[in-house]
């Protein structure tokens, strides 16, 4: 009955699309007309009947063609009906010949705005996708492009950014543009740091290789070490990271006198002051070190981690990555040094299992954020959970 009451609706979106061209030239197309409108009815009820486990979201004319979209739990199906041929179109039948090139340059720029780049290297220019017209388009992308992922795949465009490339005019623009990747507190989240740097090269990489794939990270690096990697800093805190401090000269604080302590740290922080114009904030003890009176002298937030790559001692790729899957969990802090080729190499390799694991991999501070911790000054973090 309901699929009779959808299909006898749409028989009338069909016959008023006819009227004004039966009126033009009734004699000469009434017999044409109405065998088209044949088709255009098969066709729909077709595709009602193997919807029919699905519900009908969206019934709406566009000039002559029928968009009907189904809905399965959180799954839209959208088909395009021609009333002139009865046929079915994609919604890429109606971008302009000359400009499916730069509809596609837009689509590739918006999926580089919001996923991690082996996510936009397979789909860019993959067919197996549906169009939905809502306030936005959105493209969905089928599971089974990535069926690693434990996410849907989807892209928002504004009508506005894509108009000149179409020839109809579905929705006003009312929306706004994709706004890319988003860090979510309903999704497992981990820190990555990185000790002992700047060292430039290996620094900058995984820079790179963090941006790639939409994450970030807190390099604790020496004071000692950062006037003659200023540029390195920079690099890292305009991609989005954070620096902490790794103690002035690397020395085992546990050992030192506290004066000692205190007096590094100004300098550390003296250095970093004049090269960002900004404060640090956190603190990470050489090996990890710490005792009450250095928490109470030292007006900064510790840091250290609960789970250790140990890469300084195996400088084996396969040996960090296949840790860091094995051992971590939701707010755990990651421990690894950017010194080290080999680092470099487990990084790139790890942050897309990790992103198709349902994990997200962000700073320090970022963390907390998250987990909606507030960090307090000479306390002691080795993790952060949800409070």
Request: proline residues 2%; aromatic residues 10%; contains cysteine.
């Amino acid at each position: 009955m309901k699929n009779e009451l959808i299909l006898k609706s749409l028989i009338v979106g069909i016959l008023l699309i006819s009227i004004p061209v039966l009126y033009l030239n009734k004699d000469k197309l009434v017999k044409n007309v109405f065998s088209e409108e044949k088709k255009t009815i098969n066709t729909v009820n077709s595709i009602i009947n193997n919807n029919a486990d699905k519900t009908l979201v969206t019934n709406k004319n566009y000039n002559q063609f029928i968009y009907l979209a189904f809905q399965n739990e959180n799954k839209k199906t959208s088909y395009f009906i021609d009333t002139k041929t009865g046929e079915t179109k994609d919604f890429e039948f109606f971008i302009k010949a000359e400009k499916k090139e730069a509809f596609q340059e837009k689509i590739n720029e918006l999926l580089d705005l919001k996923y991690p780049k082996f996510i936009v290297e397979t789909l860019k220019g993959i067919n197996n996708k549906t169009y939905l017209l809502e306030k936005d388009l959105i493209i969905n992308y089928e599971s089974d492009v990535l069926p690693q992922l434990e996410e849907e795949l989807s892209l928002t465009v504004n009508y506005e950014e894509i108009q000149d490339c179409i020839d109809y005019e579905f929705y006003p623009s009312e929306s706004k543009r994709e706004d890319g990747y988003q860090f979510s507190k309903d999704k497992k989240t981990i820190a990555f740091t990185f000790d002992d740097g700047p060292s430039g090269k290996y620094t900058n990489e995984l820079v790179e290789i963090l941006k790639e794939n939409k994450a970030h990270a807190t390099f604790f690096m020496v004071g000692n070490r950062m006037d003659g990697g200023a540029s390195v800093m920079q690099n890292v805190l305009k991609n989005g990271n954070e620096i902490g401090s790794h103690s002035y000269a690397h020395k085992n604080m546990a050992r030192q006198k506290i004066n000692d302590i205190i007096e590094g740290e100004e300098k550390t922080k003296e250095t970093y002051r004049r090269i960002t114009n900004q404060e640090i904030i956190y603190t990470r003890p050489p090996y990890g070190n710490i005792n009450k009176n250095i928490k109470d002298a030292l007006d900064t937030i510790f840091v250290t981690w609960n789970v250790d790559t140990e890469d300084w001692l195996h400088r084996d790729k396969n040996y960090i990555v296949n840790h860091i899957l094995e051992h971590v969990k939701d707010g755990d802090i990651v421990l690894m040094h950017d010194c080290y080729e080999s680092t470099v190499e487990a990084v790139r390799e790890v942050l897309p299992l990790l992103y198709a694991k349902g994990f997200q991999v962000v700073s320090i501070s970022e963390l907390a954020n998250l987990k909606g911790v507030e960090l307090e000054k000479h306390a002691l973090y080795t993790h952060l959970k949800e409070v």
